[in-house]
């Protein structure tokens, strides 16, 4: 077994108490030294500010990281699972891609202008996902758009074919793995 290797299970949606955990977990374990992490996601996805902040964070921090999709890697999740170098799936996985929205609080007014920097700001967020997930599997940014704005969802041979699955495997870690979890149960976090 790999001493330098660690698992986080993460098995919540993209939020900021979640994502916090996350990279509490890979501090820590970057001062005990080590120096690759596998993420195993299964996520409905969430917030793109910190989804995006966390696929950042992982691709620049000293790790080799690898992906692995238990379950969905959906919406944001997207994103997060495109962090590894190397991407696996489960047979059963799904993974969804769409397009960016924006929750309006009830009795909110907006002027021109704001409503124009919502939008502008809708619009880097969408094309800041389409960015990652184009270079990750080569594909034209357009062309993700496209796919987002269609609700595109990808069995795991799908994934392999349009390049965000590098191979589809049913096991996920080693007998005596190092695994952290990270979950929602009942709106409350638990992290073991």
Same mark, same amino acid.
């Given at each position: 077994m790999n001493s330098n290797k660690f698992y986080i299970k993460f098995f919540a949606p993209v939020i900021p108490?979640?994502?916090?955990?996350?990279?509490?977990?890979v501090d820590a374990k970057l001062k005990q030294g080590k120096t690759e992490l596998v993420l195993l996601i299964s996520t409905? #996805?969430?917030?793109? /500010?910190?989804?995006? $902040?966390?696929?950042?964070?992982?691709?620049? +921090?000293?790790?080799e990281v690898t992906t692995h999709n238990f379950g969905s890697a959906d919406?944001? #999740?997207?994103?997060? /699972?495109?962090?590894? $170098?190397?991407?696996?799936?489960?047979?059963? +996985?799904?993974?969804?891609?769409?397009g960016v929205s924006l929750n309006f609080?009830?009795?909110?007014?907006?002027?021109?202008?704001?409503?124009?920097?919502?939008?502008?700001?809708?619009?880097i967020d969408m094309g800041n996902i389409a960015r990652v997930i184009a270079e990750t599997v080569n594909k034209d940014k357009d062309?993700?758009?496209?796919?987002?704005?269609?609700?595109?969802t990808l069995?795991?041979?799908?994934?392999?074919?349009?390049?965000?699955?590098?191979?589809?495997?049913a096991e996920l870690f080693e007998a005596g793995a190092d695994i952290t979890s990270i979950e929602i149960t009942n709106q409350t976090q638990k992290r073991n």
């Open positions: 108490e979640t994502v916090s955990s996350l990279m509490q977990i409905p #996805g969430g917030n793109v /500010f910190h989804g995006l $902040s966390t696929y950042n964070y992982l691709k620049g +921090a000293p790790l919406s944001i #999740g997207a994103v997060l /699972f495109c962090a590894g $170098s190397k991407r696996y799936s489960v047979p059963q +996985a799904r993974f969804l891609l769409h609080p009830q009795g909110c007014n907006l002027e021109e202008k704001q409503l124009e920097e919502r939008l502008k700001g809708l619009q062309d993700v758009i496209r796919d987002m704005l269609n609700r595109t069995y795991p041979e799908q994934a392999v074919e349009y390049g965000l699955v590098n191979e589809i495997r």
